[in-house]
């Protein structure tokens, strides 16, 4: 189990660093496709939950609110659901006990989009890294390397959409980010 364990940290390091390379030379490129957002929402959170170890089971309660129907975005499905792991997995790291909740509702302020967003319970974000926090190797963390928010924000702006992220009220800190909707199917 250790040795599959670091042998996935090693390979997400190596894409996350193949990915800035990508980013940094604008070589970057989206395969888009038209599909129901909260199933590829519905996928992530599952393959998620079915990945944590068996004392998170037991101590954070994972959470999939729908709040929308099935809507339907143009986007590369493949790199939504790094968005989305990527999110969930800090969730995860920085909650011990509590909550973590994903969700979708459809916003109409910027236009037809639809957000999502993954809450947590956990320490929050440290008040010395907010003002970087979506900028390369910007981590509290011991255990993480500060790319993969990062890329997560790059691959929501070349989608349209836009990524932010906030403290919650009382404890943990959401983290949201939009794309555009093609159309409503519900």
Request: without cysteine; charged residues 25%.
């Given at each position: 189990?250790?040795i599959?364990?670091n042998a996935k ?16 030379n604008?070589s ?10 909260s ?14 170890s ?9 959470i999939?609110a729908?709040?929308?129907?099935d809507v339907l975005v143009v ?8 968005v989305i ?16 909740t994903?969700s ?6 910027y ?8 809450k947590?319970s956990g320490?929050?974000?440290?008040p010395d890294?907010i003002?970087?926090?979506f900028?390369?190797?910007a981590t509290?963390?011991?255990t993480?390397?500060g790319?993969g928010?990062?890329?997560s ?7 349209g ?26």
């Amino acid at each position: 189990n250790v040795i599959i364990r670091n042998a996935k940290k090693l390979r997400q390091l190596t894409e996350n660093i193949l990915d800035i390379t990508k980013i940094e030379n604008n070589s970057m490129e989206l395969n888009k496709e038209e599909f129901i957002l909260s199933r590829t929402v519905l996928d992530s959170f599952t393959d998620f939950a079915n990945q944590i170890s068996k004392e998170q089971k037991e101590n954070v309660k994972l959470i999939f609110a729908l709040d929308e129907g099935d809507v339907l975005v143009v986007a590369d499905k493949h790199r939504v659901n790094q968005v989305i792991s990527n999110l969930l997995n800090n969730a995860i790291k920085f909650t011990e006990q509590g909550d973590i909740t994903i969700s979708t509702e459809k916003e109409e302020k910027y236009g037809k989009e639809v957000i999502v967003k993954v809450k947590d319970s956990g320490s929050g974000i440290d008040p010395d890294i907010i003002s970087r926090f979506f900028t390369k190797f910007a981590t509290k963390s011991h255990t993480g390397t500060g790319l993969g928010l990062f890329i997560s924000k790059i691959i929501v702006e070349a989608h349209g959409g836009r990524m932010w992220a906030e403290n919650n009220p009382g404890k943990g800190a959401s983290f949201s980010f939009t794309l555009p909707i093609a159309a409503n199917l519900v």
